[in-house]
């Protein structure tokens, strides 16, 4: 489960509507009786419902007798349901001597029910009943022997236990369902579960779920809870997540959003108790504090009935409360810092008013000014001046009280007191009012735009939802709120920075360097549980027992669903419709890539610092965002994509302007020089970053050895004698290359090729691209641990095979495989031996033809499980388990996935591009639904042992030198440390 962090679930639920709501009174209604009446008394019951005029969602919301919130749109994108299941309690809400409750709590609801997940429930209570009491005595115990030994009776009780339950039953059932995305996350003032469904199975799954709200039993307890802890020191392996710790408690030193953490303290975490989770799963789940939301392929009635005929019998509880504490005002700077291994920053944060005041409009209005990727102040006065290497601001609304950062990454030789000033300067500006007021209006049409693009995915859309029922927002209130956003003035926001934002800011310094007062939670002894793969409960068996109308699939016929034409100079244009809204995407694609030169790279890089001769570089980027459109050069090892995307009405305009920065860049020495300098400040701070070193670094070593496509860069010297009108003039040239065109938008085929035609500047004669640069995939010969070393708490690792070129004729056994071994080695690594929080194997096609397949598996964990987790890992690659419940339930899985996933959209052309690099002209997906039924475990385990048992290995190991157990990794072949200066090639 994942713990939403930050800004993200703001983005889109809080962007505005683009129809304006003219009424704000709720429209109330009831539902038509419309269908045939069910056999059930619920048949006959008439629904009202609440909607708003104008609404982009055309949404209902319901309210059930017993309390629980509906929130329902109809978005018929696929056969499809993006379900959210909202508790308007958090991490806030835990009882302040056993942090972490909530997210804990979120972890158990996953283990099934007394019917779901058990064989024998009496035999199983008597154990887990037993548990939960000496959970209680350990708690309640100091000293450390006396500790020990009661863990070793949870221990052996819990092994005993785990003999009647069925580990991840609840998953097998989504999975096999087709279900997609199922998780949850908790953050202060939520817990949400989230599913994504096809729209046959609906009825089965709101059955499931209220099964499993309604009768939660925390099994599996003592595994779990060592996940937990993994996931804790991932948290403490984070310097970003330190640093956001850091200015929650100092700006929050009485209230719970600072005074504790989601995740839990340490000591609360190694003093779990079941009693504290069973109160608050009584107090905070029951359904006036719930809701469940909808958006998708969904009959209103159909769907209400439904839901009331499962949930109607949840009793309502009182309602639960919660005091505000009340912060007093900060008087001057709070200065902190932060160590840890990552590239330094600094951050200010402010204070700022809860969600549902005006105030929390207007910060959001003062983010968007300062920070937008375009246009604010920082974009173009710091990022695109390159007066610092990156910055960037936001803001956090949450119930209580919000939050405004700004963070800045400092160039070469540049202080963080320098960068701190930088932006303080912006803000001051905004104080102050000096800038354009047409930014507001800017930033009101942008949002309008990203709400359109935003609506036409049901995740959004049943987001929205969430965001008003956590927040307590009535849904009138939600889309008017765009009606506000565009009422804010310039002296609101001059009103409101000057209000919240003066010296009563927190301002943390995130330094490079080992930090002193670094923490972990220690391992426990802890037994492999049993898993029994095999056993089904009898609640599974009738679940699945039930039939359904079964969906048909709709795979891309790419003759009739894009239209193919040609330009001028025959250059092709490949269409499909929007048939949704006014929106576009257009791009240029070039099969040419830095790895045909690597100047290519610097030159699109540079193109976002340059003029032109009408416009300078923040003129062009101000005319752009106004036009609510906005472009892009991009290049990878292979291609380079230009693109252009926004309002279909302001195409021609857009378009120009986009040609004339091709066709007339300015060359630019200064911003030349200071690109340089950034580039060599990023690639020194990603030489500090993990997840770079080994997810990128070290896996493009393992796969084309010393020198490869990573580290194949222009040297310093290089860079500082490159000149700027041989960029420019390489950024000219562009255009004049073979290329082909792709639109995805609202104009008609003739008005579009007639548009391209006077608008797309190219020479009269296009010229061919140069030969792809490939670099050799090398042999694994022998078995070769390779690792780097890293200043962080667990060990990461990733096993490496390289296998056959790609072929069509395995992808549907390689779908099945993926499938079934997802699941499995989830419940061996985790479940049942609680070595990781995060893991996973895979084997993954090659993107091209006559490139390699790899095998690639992964688990983090703790350094002290170094042999262990490694052991698991291979045991399962070596000895594929066979469970025939999981083996159905896979095979199950893939056709009802695929039978309701449809590709729309621009998705169309870019899944015929991505066939057209594998010398495919048709929807693999074909392949695998008509093979999916017929497939065997024996075809599955001939695959294996061809494909993955025995096959030779580079194994990746990131960990701290001091903390990794050598002599382990010696057991998988020849051990080889890599230096970054290898990785890197500077």
């Given amino acids: 489960m994942i713990i939403k962090k930050g800004v993200s679930l703001f983005l889109i639920a809080l962007a505005f509507t683009f129809t304006q709501c003219k009424n704000e009174t709720y429209q109330t209604q009831s539902t038509a009786q419309t269908t045939a009446p069910a056999a059930t008394a619920t048949a006959e019951k008439e629904y009202k419902y609440e909607t708003v005029p104008n609404d982009p969602l055309n949404a209902r919301i319901y309210t059930l007798d017993n309390g629980l919130k509906v929130y329902l749109s109809d978005y018929e994108e696929a056969p499809r349901i993006q379900t959210y299941i909202a508790v308007r309690a958090g991490s806030k809400n835990d009882p302040a001597d056993a942090t972490g409750l909530a997210h804990?709590?979120?972890h158990m609801v996953f283990k099934g029910t007394s019917e779901l997940g058990t064989m024998n429930w009496e035999k199983e209570k008597v154990e887990l009943d037993k548990i939960e009491a000496l959970y209680e005595k350990y708690r309640a115990t100091k000293d450390e022997a006396a500790r020990k030994k009661i863990y070793a009776q949870i221990d052996s009780v819990s092994g005993v236990a785990a003999t009647y339950a069925i580990a991840n039953e609840y998953d097998k059932i989504l999975s096999a369902i087709g279900a997609k995305g199922t998780n949850a996350y908790t953050w202060v003032d939520q817990t949400v579960y989230v599913n994504d469904i096809p729209s046959n199975q609906m009825e089965r799954w709101i059955e499931l779920e209220a099964d499993r709200f309604q009768d939660m039993v925390p099994r599996i307890f003592h595994t779990e809870l060592e996940a937990v802890y993994e996931e804790k020191n991932r948290s403490l392996d984070s310097d970003g997540r330190k640093v956001a710790e850091v200015i929650n408690t100092a700006l929050f030193p009485t209230h719970q959003y600072g005074t504790q953490t989601t995740i839990g303290t340490i000591e609360h975490l190694k003093n779990p108790s079941i009693t504290e989770i069973k109160k608050y799963y009584n107090k905070y789940y029951v359904p006036n504090n719930m809701a469940i939301a909808m958006s998708g392929d969904i009959d209103f009635d159909k769907t209400i009935r439904l839901i009331d005929k499962y949930w109607g019998g949840m009793e309502k509880q009182p309602e639960p409360t919660f005091n505000v504490a009340q912060e007093q005002p900060i008087q001057?700077?709070?200065?902190?810092?932060?160590?840890?291994?990552d590239a330094e920053n600094v951050s200010i944060a402010y204070r700022s008013p809860g969600i549902n005041t005006k105030d929390a409009l207007v910060v959001q209005m003062i983010s968007n000014l300062l920070y937008n990727g375009s246009a604010g102040l920082i974009d173009l006065n710091l990022n695109q001046q390159q007066?610092?290497?990156?910055?960037?601001?936001?803001?956090?609304?949450?119930k209580d009280y919000g939050t405004f950062r700004m963070t800045g990454m400092p160039r070469q030789g540049q202080s963080l007191d320098q960068v701190r000033d930088l932006l303080l300067q912006q803000l001051d500006m905004i104080k102050k009012g000096t800038f354009d007021e047409s930014l507001i209006q800017?930033?009101?049409?942008?949002?309008?735009?990203?709400?359109?693009?935003?609506?036409?995915?049901?995740?959004?859309?049943?987001?929205?939802?969430?965001?008003?029922?956590?927040?307590?927002?009535?849904?009138?209130?939600?889309?008017?709120?765009?009606?506000?956003?565009?009422s804010i003035t310039k002296q609101d926001v001059m009103n409101v920075a000057n209000k919240y934002f003066n010296n009563n800011y927190v301002l943390v310094y995130k330094r490079t360097g080992k930090d002193?007062?670094?923490?972990?939670?220690?391992?426990?002894?802890?037994?492999p549980v049993a898993v029994n793969r095999d056993a089904q409960s009898d609640y599974y068996k009738q679940f699945m027992a039930k039939e359904v109308q079964p969906l048909q699939p709709v795979f891309i016929d790419y003759k009739k669903d894009i239209t193919e034409t040609s330009l001028k100079q025959n250059i092709p244009l490949l269409y499909t419709k929007n048939k949704d809204n006014g929106l576009f995407q257009l791009y240029y694609i070039l099969d040419m890539g830095t790895n045909n030169d690597q100047k290519l790279g610097m030159a699109v890089n540079y193109l976002k610092y340059l003029g032109t001769d009408k416009y300078t570089a923040e003129e062009l980027q101000k005319e752009f965002y106004k036009l609510g459109t906005s472009f892009d050069v991009f290049s990878s090892g292979d291609q380079v994509y230009v693109s252009l995307s926004g309002l279909d009405e302001n195409f021609e305009k857009g378009l120009n302007l986009f040609e004339s920065v091709l066709a007339n860049a300015k060359p630019d020495q200064q911003a030349l020089n200071d690109m340089v300098a950034g580039?060599?400040?990023?690639?020194?701070?990603?030489?500090?970053?993990?997840?770079?070193?080994?997810?990128?670094?070290?896996?493009?070593?393992?796969?084309?050895?010393?020198?490869?496509?990573?580290?194949?860069?222009?040297?310093?010297?290089?860079?500082?004698?490159m000149k700027p009108q041989e960029l420019v003039n390489i950024i000219k040239s562009i255009p004049t290359y073979e290329h082909r065109v792709l639109y995805y938008g609202p104009r008609e085929t003739d008005n579009l090729v007639a548009t391209l035609n006077q608008g797309h500047m190219v020479p009269a004669k296009l010229k061919p691209v140069p030969a792809e640069k490939v670099y050799t995939e090398i042999d694994f010969k022998e078995p070769t641990v390779y690792w780097a070393d890293y200043d962080m708490v667990q060990a990461e690792m990733l096993f490496l095979s390289k296998s056959v070129p790609y072929s069509k004729d395995i992808i549907p056994v390689v779908r099945l495989y993926n499938e079934y071994m997802g699941g499995i080695v989830f419940q061996d690594l985790r479940e049942s031996k609680a070595l990781a929080y995060s893991t996973y194997s895979f084997y993954s096609p090659a993107a091209k033809k006559d490139r390699a397949?790899?095998?690639?598996?992964?688990?983090?964990?703790?350094?002290?499980?170094?042999?262990?987790?490694?052991a698991g890992m291979q045991a399962l690659l070596t000895d594929m388990p066979l469970a025939d419940a999981n083996f159905q339930n896979a095979r199950a899985a893939l056709r009802n996935s695929i039978s309701t996933e449809r590709i729309t959209k621009a998705g169309i052309l870019f899944d015929y591009e991505r066939a057209k690099k594998l010398g495919l002209n048709y929807d693999i997906r074909q392949d695998?639904?008509?093979?999916?039924?017929?497939?065997?475990?024996?075809?599955?385990?001939e695959f294996q042992q061809k494909y993955v048992k025995g096959q030779p290995q580079a194994i990746l190991v990131i960990g701290s030198k001091d903390k990794l157990n050598f002599k382990a990794l010696e057991k998988y072949g020849k051990v080889k440390q890599l230096d970054l200066k290898t990785l890197f090639g500077y």
């Fill in 104 to 106: 804990y709590l979120e």
């Fill in 332 to 341: 001057q700077p709070i200065v902190k810092e932060v160590l840890g291994p």
């Fill in 387 to 398: 007066k610092v290497l990156q910055s960037y601001a936001y803001d956090t609304p949450m």
């Fill in 442 to 486: 800017a930033v009101v049409n942008n949002d309008k735009i990203n709400t359109m693009k935003a609506y036409e995915d049901n995740s959004n859309r049943a987001d929205a939802f969430v965001t008003s029922f956590i927040y307590e927002m009535p849904w009138q209130k939600f889309v008017t709120r765009q009606e506000e956003f565009a």
């Fill in 516 to 527: 002193p007062n670094a923490q972990k939670v220690e391992k426990p002894a802890i037994t």
């Fill in 679 to 721: 580039i060599l400040k990023a690639r020194a701070d990603a030489k500090k970053n993990k997840g770079v070193i080994l997810q990128q670094a070290m896996v493009n070593y393992a796969k084309y050895g010393a020198k490869n496509p990573f580290n194949t860069v222009l040297s310093e010297k290089e860079l500082k004698a």
């Fill in 853 to 870: 397949n790899y095998l690639v598996s992964y688990i983090g964990a703790q350094s002290d499980k170094l042999a262990e987790a490694m």
């Fill in 928 to 941: 695998v639904y008509q093979s999916a039924n017929s497939m065997t475990f024996d075809q599955m385990k």
